[in-house]
């Protein structure tokens, strides 16, 4: 029997400072490949060519408006704002829990402040354009994509590496 791993706990951090009770939901990357068909001579069909990597976001909403997230805006730096999200994943069957962490460095694309009305608690949003990415789990670097550095590690092999260093950029 197997069952799916459930968030079950969740932390986001914005530069350190922990968002405890105001984080609401995090939308971590969607990893994807830029991808362009070609059929060449004596070939019976297409097959997509791996052109890179397109560009990464992370999402955050919390209850209420961010005054550090605002005072983040237009950092001039690609990779000027550090975010880390932390969760932890339980599968019902056997009570394992797995430490996921997402550690992003990017800036601001878009700070949305939500309907604002007496009373009712109003949704802060905000996308991370990125430049950095890394996931941990259970304490094991899973993938680390750095753009700008030319780095594209999975599983502890980093898939760029030869390029570089044919490049002479180590």
């Not at 109003?122 to 030319?150: C, Q």
Request: hydrophobic share 40%; aromatic share 8%; net charge negative.
């Amino acid at each position: 029997m197997g069952m799916p791993r459930v968030l079950k706990d969740m932390m986001l951090f914005n530069e350190g400072l922990a968002y405890q009770g105001e984080a609401k939901t995090v939308t971590l990357p969607t990893l994807s490949r830029a991808m362009e068909e070609y059929r060449g001579a004596g070939m019976s069909g297409t097959v997509s060519m791996d052109m890179g990597m397109e560009a990464m976001e992370l999402s955050f909403t919390c209850g209420g408006p961010m005054r550090q997230v605002l005072r983040q805006w237009g950092t001039p730096t690609v990779d000027g704002v550090y975010v880390r999200f932390a969760g932890n994943y339980q599968r019902d069957d056997t009570g394992d829990i797995d430490h996921v962490e997402v550690i992003v460095r990017g800036r601001h694309s878009e700070i949305d402040m939500g309907d604002q009305e007496t009373g009712e608690a109003s949704d802060f949003s905000v996308t991370m354009a990125l430049a950095y990415y890394k996931l941990v789990w259970n304490g094991r670097v899973e993938l680390e994509i750095d753009p700008l550095n030319m780095i594209e590690s999975v599983n502890g092999i980093d898939r760029l590496a030869e390029r570089r260093g044919l490049l002479g950029v180590y």
